[in-house]
T-cell receptor, first 111, second 110 residues
Framework: DVKVTQSSRYLVKRTGEKVFLECVQDMDHENMFWYRQDPGLGLRLIYF???????EKGDIPEGYSVSREKKERFSLILESASTNQTSMYLCASRGGANVLTFGAGSRLTVL | TQLLEQSPQFLSIQEGENLTVYCNSSSVFSSLQWYRQEPGEGPVLLVT???GGEVKKLKRLTFQFGDARKDSSLHITAAQPGDTGLYLC??????????WGAGTKLIIKP
């Protein structure tokens, strides 16, 4: 069974802290994505990566960066967390026919 | 900019009733996907529709892609409490990115 694993399910951080969200997939997929999900806004793309060390900005990249050093791992970094980054963060990996497999999500609260 | 408008945003009905969720756009999509997301989990793919006019059935769920490939609907017959969740549509507009609807939060009351 294919899997996308987000290691941190719930995080509480303070304003200004650096935050790392890790995502690992076991499907050998080249493409990986980070979305944030807020009620009534659907899924908004932050960054995606189409290969190791390659990244592209999505619709809302401001305040975020990403790292893809290995094919299976895609990390989202908040350099200095702010309260408006409180959200659910979803990682996904893309297989054939543009179908996404999602992780369970990381719910981040910034105080 | 491609947009996908999903309606209704929220729906609460009794077990056994029927319902329809809509996704509409002015853009043409090469395919459209429907996902369901349960609380505390990520979205899971239900179905992909590709051909204009296509109808796919998944037990009590019927998915339809519009003839012009600009809209889609999800119809649930005799809804069950297990159908409760957030339903998301996503259109493939090309460029390897999906265009997402805002979601329909569905609650089925026993």
């Amino acid at each position: 069974d294919v899997k996308v694993t987000q290691s941190s399910r719930y995080l509480v951080k303070r304003t200004g802290e650096k935050v790392f969200l890790e995502c690992v997939q076991d499907m050998d997929h080249e493409n990986m994505f980070w979305y944030r999900q807020d009620p009534g806004l659907g899924l908004r793309l932050i960054y995606f990566s189409y290969d190791v060390k390659m990244k592209e900005k999505g619709d809302i990249p401001e305040g975020y960066s990403v790292s893809r050093e290995k094919k299976e791992r895609f990390s989202l970094i908040l350099e200095s967390a702010s309260t408006n980054q409180t959200s659910m963060y979803l990682c996904a990996s893309r297989g054939g026919a543009n179908v996404l497999t999602f992780g369970a999500g990381s719910r981040l609260t910034v105080l | 900019t491609q947009l996908l408008e999903q309606s209704p945003q929220f729906l609460s009905i009794q077990e056994g009733e029927n319902l329809t969720v809509y996704c509409n756009s002015s853009s043409v999509f090469s395919s459209l996907q429907w996902y369901r997301q349960e609380p505390g989990e990520g979205p899971v793919l239900l179905v992909t529709v590709v051909t204009g006019g296509e109808v796919k059935k998944l037990k009590r769920l019927t998915f339809q892609f519009g003839d012009a490939r600009k809209d889609s609907s999800l119809h649930i017959t005799a809804a069950q409490p297990g159908d409760t969740g957030l339903y998301l549509c996503a259109g493939d507009g090309g460029n390897y990115q999906l265009i997402w609807g805002a979601g329909t939060k569905l609650i089925i009351k026993p």
